[in-house]
């Protein structure tokens, strides 16, 4: 994430277009993110702000796109869908989700969810819900005192070994060492 900059803020209280491919910011009391140019009323404070560098940053930190101004660009029916994906599986991470389940909540083949997911993203939606996950355990690492294994049935993944595997994988350190550098 960004800082609010004195710019940054000046930029969303003029609907500056031209700030709108180096930022999105997230209001946190109706949870839409908007490009600085969004022309909807500005009924929010600055405290209210958040600032993210791209859209999964916003999804991952739980916003949803403004239907003003479509931040992320207008949308195809496969980025739709994708899309829409990709949200469930930020509202949902810490449940236990297989490719079946999630082809069968969105009315699709297990295959056209996963090639449509990779075409749009260059990932398969197991690994973007990987990185969900690693995201959100780091912030639990970085803000509680939980231990490593709670924390991984808190992020969906119950299993201690394969946490510790996956995060190593994913953050370059283990579940420890990335706590003791915020403590």
């Given at each position: 994430?960004?800082?609010?900059?004195?710019?940054?803020?000046?930029?969303?209280?003029?609907?500056?277009a031209?700030?709108?491919?180096?930022?999105?910011?997230?209001?946190?009391?109706?949870?839409?993110?908007?490009?600085?140019?969004?022309?909807?009323?500005?009924?929010?404070?600055?405290?209210?702000?958040?600032?993210?560098?791209?859209?999964?940053?916003?999804l991952?930190?739980?916003?949803?796109?403004?239907?003003?101004?479509?931040?992320?660009?207008?949308?195809?029916?496969?980025?739709?869908?994708?899309?829409?994906?990709?949200?469930?599986?930020?509202?949902?991470?810490?449940k236990?989700?297989?490719?079946?389940?999630?082809?069968?909540?969105?009315?699709?083949?297990?295959?056209?969810?996963?090639?449509?997911?990779?075409?749009?993203?260059?990932?398969?939606?197991?690994?973007?819900?990987?990185?969900?996950?690693?995201?959100?355990?780091?912030?639990?690492?970085?803000?509680?005192?939980?231990?490593?294994?709670?924390?991984?049935?808190?992020?969906?993944?119950?299993?201690?070994?394969?946490?510790?595997?996956?995060?190593?994988?994913?953050?370059?350190?283990?579940?420890?060492?990335?706590?003791?550098?915020?403590?």
């Amino acid at each position: 994430m960004y800082s609010l900059t004195k710019k940054r803020w000046q930029a969303i209280n003029e609907h500056d277009a031209s700030y709108n491919n180096q930022f999105l910011y997230g209001v946190t009391t109706d949870h839409r993110v908007c490009c600085p140019g969004c022309l909807r009323p500005k009924q929010f404070t600055r405290k209210d702000i958040e600032i993210f560098k791209t859209p999964d940053e916003s999804l991952i930190h739980g916003f949803i796109p403004c239907p003003d101004c479509h931040p992320f660009g207008k949308l195809d029916e496969r980025a739709s869908f994708v899309l829409n994906v990709k949200s469930y599986l930020v509202k949902n991470y810490a449940k236990r989700i297989t490719l079946e389940e999630l082809s069968q909540t969105f009315h699709t083949s297990t295959g056209v969810l996963h090639r449509s997911f990779l075409l749009e993203t260059d990932e398969t939606p197991q690994n973007y819900l990987l990185h969900v996950r690693m995201f959100h355990a780091t912030e639990f690492l970085k803000n509680t005192n939980l231990s490593i294994a709670a924390i991984g049935l808190k992020v969906g993944i119950p299993n201690l070994s394969y946490f510790n595997t996956v995060f190593k994988q994913q953050a370059g350190l283990t579940a420890v060492q990335y706590r003791k550098q915020f403590n």
